[in-house]
């Protein structure tokens, strides 16, 4: 471990090297292949809390009106969720059409996840990040109009109304915004606009 940290490996890797070592030592035990459990002797460093990175409002307002700028479309509406309701990109870009109540809020149950087969839905990452986060006006108002819009175009063409996903690509009706596109769009934007 003292070693790990020394390489620059954070607290949180070094303590999950350890668990990982505590429990096949104890199989090792229970086994009778050793002893002792040499483990149960030492303690893992204590896991420094890192302080948060947030932004100040002169950063989120650039970030936001940079994004609002941005094409495709669905990234300057993710930029908009996330910066509005702290929530994590693949919520964000996991968000459906059902997820938002008439009451101004929007309830977060899923998230989107990235595999071998690809993108996925899945459970969020903690039991306590299934919520309810109530939205700005503004965030209300912007996703009831698309949603509505969705509909409107949907009946008007008369056909199934699309993909389920508020930040679907084209124009809402496609696959869900991928949360890799998500983040390398901003990054991009973010570069691209550097004083």
Same mark, same amino acid.
């Given at each position: 471990?003292?070693?790990?940290?020394?390489?620059?490996?954070?607290?949180?890797?070094?303590?999950? &090297?350890?668990?990982?070592?505590?429990?096949?030592?104890?199989?090792?035990? &229970?086994?009778?292949?050793?002893?002792? +459990?040499?483990?149960?002797?030492?303690?893992?460093?204590?896991?420094?809390?890192?302080?948060? +990175?947030?932004?100040?409002?002169?950063?989120?307002?650039?970030?936001?009106?940079?994004?609002?700028?941005?094409?495709?479309?669905?990234?300057?509406?993710?930029?908009?969720?996330?910066? &509005?309701?702290?929530?994590?990109?693949?919520?964000?870009?996991?968000?459906?059409?059902?997820?938002?109540?008439?009451?101004?809020?929007?309830?977060?149950?899923? &998230?989107?996840? +990235?595999?071998?087969?690809?993108?996925?839905?899945?459970?969020?990452?903690?039991?306590?990040?299934?919520?309810?986060?109530?939205?700005?006006?503004?965030?209300?108002?912007?996703?009831?109009?698309?949603?509505?819009?969705?509909?409107?175009v949907a009946r008007e063409m008369g056909v199934a109304l699309g993909g389920p996903h508020t930040l679907g690509t084209?124009?809402?009706?496609?696959?869900?915004?991928?949360? +890799?596109?998500?983040?390398?769009?901003?990054?991009?934007?973010?570069?691209?606009?550097?004083?």
């Amino acid at each position: 471990m003292h070693d790990m940290s020394a390489d620059g490996y954070a607290s949180k890797s070094c303590s999950k &090297a350890f668990s990982l070592l505590k429990q096949a030592l104890k199989w090792a035990v &229970a086994q009778d292949l050793i002893a002792k +459990n040499p483990c149960d002797f030492c303690k893992p460093p204590r896991r420094a809390r890192t302080p948060i +990175n947030a932004l100040s409002r002169e950063e989120r307002t650039r970030m936001l009106r940079l994004a609002m700028e941005a094409e495709p479309q669905p990234l300057g509406l993710a930029a908009e969720i996330a910066l &509005a309701t702290g929530m994590r990109r693949g919520e964000v870009c996991a968000l459906r059409r059902s997820d938002l109540s008439d009451d101004g809020t929007i309830t977060v149950s899923h &998230a989107l996840g +990235n595999g071998p087969g690809g993108f996925y839905v899945k459970e969020p990452k903690t039991g306590s990040s299934v919520r309810t986060i109530p939205l700005t006006k503004h965030l209300d108002t912007t996703l009831s109009a698309r949603r509505r819009d969705a509909e409107r175009v949907a009946r008007e063409m008369g056909v199934a109304l699309g993909g389920p996903h508020t930040l679907g690509t084209q124009g809402g009706e496609g696959p869900a915004l991928q949360p +890799n596109a998500a983040r390398q769009g901003l990054r991009r934007l973010l570069r691209d606009e550097r004083p």
